[in-house]
T-cell receptor
Framework: DTEVTQTPKHLVMGMTNKKSLKCEQH?????MYWYKQKAKKPPELMFV???????INESVPSRFSPECPNSSLLNLHLHALQPEDSALYLC????????????????FGPGTRLTVL | GQNIDQPTEMTATEGAIVQINCTYQ??????LFWYQQHAGEAPTFLSY????GLEEKGRFSSFLSRSKGYSYLLLKELQMKDSASYLC????????????FGKGTKLSVIP
């Protein structure tokens, strides 16, 4: 299995809703990432988990809350979002193995297209 | 600081060859990735260069010069399906997870 899966593919939510994005990989990767991507822009890193521990939080507002229940799963909990949070949310994973040239190759999921009304 | 430059847009003809350049100035460097991204879809891996030189994979080749802070992606025998954005991304290495992405080059292939 060499893919990263994400659900849902599309999500429309109001500003008062609570929803969650889910990501799963079964490649044995130990690093998992959340990115946010606006149209015609490159992906922007939000969070990194390494060995199920939050490693990087790129000054993301608290209305985004990540969770890593185990090494294969990564969630992003959403609460009280703003319309400007509408974007494509990408999950990625990598081996996270020091000394391996391709250790940082990130495999991306198909993304969740989020619209906040 | 981190600075990665790529052309914003390029247009090329079906069947032709196109070269997409990427220059970088970053505080750390282990290697450079090229990703392809079709509109509304996730980036997909194309290549990863660690050593200087050209690496060829079918119609796609990627080149790296570490001393010049320069890479390019070469696409041969262009097909309409190659119309996409192409992102170069620097892997800083040294235990860092954070790839630094360029802004992407939108390639349009015309008949």
């Amino acid at each position: 299995d060499t893919e990263v899966t994400q659900t849902p593919k599309h999500l429309v939510m109001g500003m008062t809703n609570k929803k969650s994005l889910k990501c799963e990989q079964h490649m044995g990767h130990r690093a998992m990432y959340w990115y946010k991507q606006k149209a015609k822009k490159p992906p922007e890193l939000m969070f990194v988990y390494s060995y199920e521990k939050l490693s990087i939080n790129e000054s993301v507002p608290s209305r985004f809350s990540p969770e890593c229940p185990n090494s294969s799963l990564l969630n992003l909990h959403l609460h009280a979002l703003q319309p400007e949070d509408s974007a494509l949310y990408l999950c990625a994973s990598s081996q996270d193995e020091a000394g391996v040239p391709e250790g940082n190759e990130q495999f991306f999921g198909p993304g969740t297209r989020l619209t906040v009304l | 600081g981190q600075n990665i430059d790529q052309p914003t847009e390029m247009t090329a003809t079906e069947g032709a060859i196109v070269q997409i350049n990427c220059t970088y100035q970053t505080s750390g460097f282990n290697g450079l990735f090229w990703y392809q991204q079709h509109a509304g879809e996730a980036p997909t891996f194309l290549s990863y260069n660690v050593l200087d030189g050209l690496e060829e994979k079918g119609r796609f080749s990627s080149f790296l010069s570490r001393s010049k802070g320069y890479s390019y992606l070469l696409l041969k025998e262009l097909q309409m399906k190659d119309s996409a954005s192409y992102l170069c991304a620097v892997d800083p290495g040294a235990g860092s997870y954070q790839l630094t992405f360029g802004k992407g080059t939108k390639l349009s292939v015309i008949p």
